[in-house]
């Protein structure tokens, strides 16, 4: 009778169960949590600049919508007045800073909504008479256009021309409307 014998064989120790790969539940919150947050930040920057953005763009097409109007005034010096004025009247011979091409200004507003008008403005000589130009720019918000108004108001991008002051006569914001008065 042949013997039958195992190979020889080493013993063996069960091994620990082998760690499941994987992320735990309070790990792929925490994860989330950092990129929601990354988020949140990133967008309220990317509002900051865009909203500069738009005010720097504004104030490069106030400053050259208001060296239009006093071109337009020049124009018409012997009359001393600007006569005839309006939006239509203005975009037909002078700068409009590309507002027209587009249709909307820096702040998205259509450009049917911005206005020129003549206006007479009383002031401490008596009432000038239609002297003045009404110039209404639409902004975004109110809280756009009182920073725009402080952009003129303050010297950073004053215009010469500009009434500055307080009551209706005067560069002020209207809600969300800038009205500048260029005399």
């Known amino acids: 009778m042949t013997r039958f014998q195992l190979p020889h064989t080493t013993s063996v120790r069960a091994s620990p169960p082998a760690r ?19 988020i949140v930040i990133t967008t309220m920057m990317y509002t900051d600049v865009d909203e500069g953005i738009d005010e720097t763009q504004a104030v490069l097409e106030l400053n050259t919508l208001i ?3 006093q071109t337009y005034r020049q124009s018409f010096a012997a009359q001393g007045s600007f006569a005839g004025l309006t939006w239509t009247t203005y975009k037909a011979g002078y700068p409009t800073a590309g507002i027209d091409d587009r249709g909307f200004n820096a702040y998205n507003e259509a450009e049917s909504s911005i206005a020129i008008a003549v206006t007479t403005v009383a002031g401490a000589a008596g009432t000038r008479g239609p002297n003045s130009a009404k110039l209404t720019y639409p902004t975004s918000s109110a809280d756009a256009c009182t920073s725009l108004l402080a952009n003129f108001t303050n010297g950073t991008n004053y215009a010469p021309g500009i009434i500055a ?11 969300a409307n800038l009205v500048l008065i260029i005399d």
């Open 20 to 38: 499941q790969r994987g992320f735990t539940l309070a790990e792929m919150l925490m994860v989330l949590g950092a990129v929601g947050l990354l």
């Open 165 to 175: 002051g307080a009551g209706a006569d005067t560069t002020q914001c209207s809600t």
């Open 67 to 69: 060296g239009g109007i």
